[in-house]
């Protein structure tokens, strides 16, 4: 008596898929043991379509396939005792189909991601997406194992694609993918309004075909038709424009209605557009255009005069209207831009002190200019003192002993001058100019005498300037004899009057010139 016992060794099995795959169970024992297979611990029958136990018990699987994987079992049974050995049979197969969906669309491109549930127990090692445009040949494109996106790029804009993609493993290639479709971004093109595309003169037709919207699509070409009103046959000016700025239809009747019709196309597909327009009739006489740009409306040829036309009129009465306006307010302007003269009581005091001090200023200076040549006259009051020195002094005359004009120099940018005596009165016609000060020389001397002791003049009647040889003395004051009035300066009573002074003066050429 032996009891029944597997000789056989089981493990792990890994199978390919649709291969077959032998799974052995020896056994030994007395009596003879009876074998049974089970398959995840369920019995598996005998017959089976595709499973078979061999007379030496070994279980052969054929065509396996991915739910064949899992454990099988052998079991050896006599009277005596039982033995049993195990398999763990895993079938490789191709992945399952992927999961495809798109993400992102342009004008020129399209991307797609996918995702594999089930590798089918390899690592993926690729995929392949296959593409095309509507009405094109499939493209390919392969892609690594590890990646989960593609972008299909240089496609037609505005056009649909369509997309399907299959993953593959060392055992096989999956099954394909739902097919997906997305359209490239773009619209055919957008046609323009007639007054902004179509302008006439009484022969031909100016299309401006760049006011076209491409709609995303570059505009590849355009159709260009025509045809008179009145009749139903279409003529073709070009099938193959291409997009410049402007094209034009010529041979047109002056005064005729037609209608035109444009077609542009792009890669997303073609628009046609159609247009009214009416040339302009020649006028009666001159043969001048009298419609002028009436073929932009679309419109009849007008019968009247130009000037009516509101094309013309407006821009007119606009451009008059703005003229008129303008030489308004010029005069406006001039009315009330204050005089360049204006009268003394219009004026405030601040400005007319100015205008007077500037005045008495500039005569101030020609009254001393004047006296270099010639001396100025004695008032009555100084007659009367030049008399009384006469009889002092001896038969010198003033003139005789002023035979030079006095020099009114203007203090430089030097050393300060020396400070100046009280302002003597303002004068009521030429007032002395505020803040100015002058520099005077005085040289006595009588013409006819090289070297004569002179009485000198007391201060008083010296006009309150002090006397000294010539260019010594100097005062910084207005003599009254040249800038103010003879009553500037009082003269001291007659008792107040020192005694006379001599000076030695010598005499100086007529020709000499002060600076």
Not at 205 to 220: E, K, V
Not at 281 to 293: E, F, L, S, T
Not at 471 to 481: A, I, L
């Amino acid at each position: 008596t032996v009891p029944a016992g597997v000789w056989a060794v089981g493990g792990n099995v890994t199978a390919a898929w649709k291969e077959d795959v032998s799974l052995a169970c020896g056994a030994v024992g007395v009596p003879e043991p009876t074998l049974t297979w089970t398959h995840q611990r369920t019995p598996i029958p005998d017959p089976h379509d595709r499973f078979r136990v061999q007379p030496d018990g070994t279980l052969t699987l054929a065509d396996v396939q991915r739910s064949d994987s899992g454990r099988y079992t052998c079991t050896a049974v006599n009277h005596h005792g039982s033995d049993t050995v195990t398999y763990n049979l895993t079938v490789l197969v191709p992945p399952s189909a992927p999961l495809l969906h798109v993400t992102e669309t342009t004008s020129s491109s399209i991307r797609v991601q996918w995702s594999v549930e089930d590798n089918g127990g390899a690592a993926l090692q690729g995929a392949t997406l296959h593409y095309r445009s509507a009405g094109g040949e499939w493209l390919r494109a392969a892609v690594d194992g590890d990646q989960r996106s593609f972008t299909a790029r240089d496609l037609r804009c505005g056009t649909l694609h369509h997309f399907y993609l299959t993953a593959h493993n060392h055992i096989g290639t999956s099954s394909v993918s739902s097919t997906e479709a997305a359209r490239t971004k773009g619209r055919p093109p957008e046609a323009p309004p007639q007054f902004q595309f179509v302008t006439t003169n009484s022969s031909q037709a100016t299309l401006y075909l760049a006011q076209w919207g491409d709609g995303g699509c570059p505009i590849t070409h355009f159709s260009v038709q025509y045809r008179r009103d009145s009749t139903t046959h279409w003529t073709t000016v070009g099938s193959e424009v291409p997009p410049s700025r402007t094209f034009a239809v010529g041979g047109l009747e002056a005064g005729g209605r037609y209608l035109l019709r444009v077609t542009a196309h792009n890669s997303a597909g073609a628009t046609p557009a159609q247009y009214t327009v009416t040339t302009p009739a020649y006028a009666n006489a001159g043969g001048a255009g009298a419609g002028v740009g009436g073929g932009v409306w679309g419109s009849q040829a007008s019968s009247s005069p130009v000037w009516r036309d509101p094309r013309v009129l407006v821009p007119g009465a606009v451009s008059g209207l703005a003229l008129i306006l303008t030489l308004t307010t010029v005069c406006v302007c001039l009315r009330k831009r204050p005089s360049s003269t204006p009268s003394q009581k219009e004026l405030p005091d601040a400005v007319m002190d100015a205008a007077e001090e500037k005045t008495s200023a500039m005569q101030a200076r020609e009254d001393v200019y004047t006296t270099v040549r010639r001396p100025a006259p004695t008032p009555p009051q100084q007659q009367q003192q030049q008399q009384d020195l006469r009889d002092n002094n001896g038969d010198y005359s003033e003139e005789d002993l002023y035979p030079y004009a006095t020099a009114t120099f203007q203090m430089g940018g030097g050393s300060p001058p020396p400070p100046a005596p009280p302002s003597p009165p303002t004068h009521a016609h030429h007032p002395q100019p505020r803040g100015q000060k002058a520099f005077t020389a005085l040289v006595y001397q009588a013409p006819s005498i090289h070297d004569v002791d002179s009485p000198n003049l007391s201060e008083g009647d010296s006009r309150g300037s002090e006397v000294g040889v010539a260019f010594g003395t100097c005062r910084d004051e207005h003599y009254p004899g040249v800038m103010a009035p003879p009553d500037a300066h009082p003269h001291p009573p007659p008792h107040h009057r020192r005694p006379p002074r001599h000076l030695r003066t010598s005499r100086i050429p007529r020709n000499v010139r002060f600076p």
